[in-house]
């Protein structure tokens, strides 16, 4: 089996895992015990916040583990909205985001009057910082743009968008699952005053992520209790999965340089099938301004979910892993105005550090094969 599904989960990376175990195990402390058995634990939360910081570049705020990326989302989302206290705060958003954020934005509609805006994209999935700048207003709380579209990798205008929402003393978020580890990222640099960062997308187990609040951002927690993170996050911490998520981020830093190679395997599976399939490729997405790792492309005359079935040697996605199991094309690719048809087509090929060329090569003759042999 070729695993080119990396967008969707990573493997747990073998040095994640030795350092997970000791904290299942023999340091079983509670980090906020006074005791000798808290101690190992409490220093081993406050080492993974330092490497989770070093990876994004953050030097003025703290690091709050959560339970997953959506939950640093809703987080980041209703925290600020609940916390700015406006009578009818204003957020805006964009069309393309992660359910997380959109589901937040809309239960914030339904519950507490909160006014969003949903910015369009263009025909490559970007946002226009000229739409950005039209939709704010003096009411607007938080800006909530992802850095790298799940589907089709595209990367946001960040700074841009950052800076247009401080111009109007909004709060600026980001949900960086997919980039980290794949490109380099600055959250001082761009301005980012929150940032979502998800283990399982970065070779961390699941059921781990983060989120960066910048000093001075205030927030209203979603779990009330006993003051852990930062009274952001009440409930003991998960150690062990914290943890996990610390050397991930370390080794994120380190295997910055594979996006090199990555994106020429990347490159050499589109070449392979635009070679094999002359006339019927379609690239999903900028060509340029994308994820290293993501390829995602519409092959006329099949269906995507049908072609995947055609080559089970390869495990990928026909969109995100959180519509998986949907029929309808993707919202995603609808939104950037693909008819119903391409978008139905498409499928999302994203490779890791473990893709080779061997792998690349078997998969455009499977992916190939497939499609000239009944892909739809």
Known sequence: MIYLDYNATTPIDPAVKAAVLPYLSDAFGNPSSENQYGAEPRAALDEARREVATLIRARDGHIVFTG???????????????????????????????????????????????????????????????????AMTPRTALVSIMAANNETGALQPIADLARTAHDYDALFHCDAAQIL??????????????????????????????LFVRSGVPLEPLVYG?????????????VALAVGLGVAARLASEHLSDRHRTQKLRDALHDRLVEALPGRVLLNGPSALRLPNTLNV?????????????????????GSACHSHDPEPSPVLSAMGQDRTRALAAVRLSLGRSTTPDDIDAAADQLATAARTGGD
Not at 307 to 316: D, E, F, K, S, V
């Open 298 to 318: 519409s092959i006329n005359g099949t269906n995507g979910s049908e072609l995947l079935r055609n080559a089970p040697g390869i495990a990928a996605s026909t």
């Open 226 to 238: 006993g003051g852990q993170e930062h009274g952001l996050r009440a409930g003991t911490e998960n």
């Open 68 to 134: 997953s990326g959506s939950e640093a989302d809703n987080l980041a989302i209703r925290g600020a909205v609940l916390a700015a206290r406006a009578e009818r705060p204003h957020v805006i958003t964009q069309v393309t985001e992660h359910p997380a954020v959109l589901q937040t934005c809309r239960a914030l509609e339904r519950w507490h009057g909160v006014d969003v805006t949903y910015l369009p994209v263009d025909s490559s999935g970007l946002v226009d910082p000229g739409d950005l700048d039209a």
């Open 181 to 210: 580890g794949k490109l380099p990222f600055d959250a001082d640099a761009l301005g980012i005053d929150l940032v979502t960062v998800v283990g399982h997308k970065m070779y961390a187990p699941k059921g781990i992520g983060a």
